[in-house]
């Protein structure tokens, strides 16, 4: 199948210039957008199924994301039905259900007032899976630190999110539920792993600031209080 990344300019490093490779000033200007601008999303999804093409470039920024020792360990399982979806969210509910018990008081009620997935309301759900055994037990880059091919997994998620972001996609990750319970209804091998339950569809909005700031549940950190220098604690 035919790669719509590849359509882009191949990018040659042959030129003295160390500036060579930036971006110009509206391509990073995009990129930075995209990342600003990501949201979770839950509940502004619109039923519109997504255009193949724009999945496929979607899909295909995923598949180009690092790895460690190029091992691709990635799956993209695609839930279309609604069927499918309902059993997905009456787990989600469940597992829902047990996590709030640990909240008490205005935390509790503020927990249960949140739009925590939009799985029957977005149009497809993607579950990304992580194949540890791809190329073996181990591997250039794993011997010592096997856990890089789930982070390598990671990336291939904020890859999408991304690029789903470019094209007008809303994507959200739903991460309450139980994994045995997951695994019966996808099917899913015991030797492979579930990194991202995703929601993923067209959104007729999306938040200016992080939903889970603006409803009052956290606020970003200050980014210089989480940088340190040279040993851990010295900032």
Not at 15 to 39: C, G, M, N, P, S
Not at 149 to 156: E, G, H, I, K, R
Not at 187 to 202: F, K, N, R, S, T
Request: glycine residues 6%; proline residues 5%; contains cysteine.
């Amino acid at each position: 199948m035919h790669n719509p990344l590849d359509s882009y300019r191949e990018v040659t490093i042959n030129d003295a210039d160390e500036h060579r490779l930036a971006f110009d000033a509206q391509d990073r200007a995009a990129v930075y957008r995209a990342i600003k601008t990501r949201r979770d999303v839950r509940d502004q999804f619109l039923p519109n199924p997504i255009d193949g093409a724009v999945l496929n470039r979607i899909l295909s920024a995923a598949h180009a994301a690092p790895s460690v020792g190029f091992m691709q360990p990635w799956n993209f399982l695609l839930i279309n039905s609604l069927e499918q979806r309902q059993k997905v969210q009456a787990a989600f509910k469940a597992a829902q259900a047990e996590e709030a018990q640990q909240f008490k008081g205005e935390r509790k009620a503020l927990y249960q007032n949140l739009k925590l997935e939009g799985i029957t309301k977005a149009p497809l759900n993607i579950c990304i899976t992580c194949d540890p055994n791809r190329n073996g037990k181990t591997g250039l880059g794993r011997t010592h630190n096997p856990q890089m091919a789930q982070y390598s997994v990671v990336c291939a998620v904020q890859n999408l999110w991304l690029a789903a972001r470019a094209e007008g996609v809303g994507v959200g990750w739903v991460s309450i539920y139980h994994e045995a319970k997951m695994r019966q209804i996808l099917q899913i091998p015991e030797d492979i792993e579930i990194i991202a339950y995703l929601c993923v569809g067209y959104v007729d909005e999306l938040y200016e600031e992080p939903e889970l700031q603006v409803k009052g549940w956290r606020k970003r950190l200050p980014l210089e209080d989480l940088i340190m220098h040279e040993r851990w604690g010295k900032q």
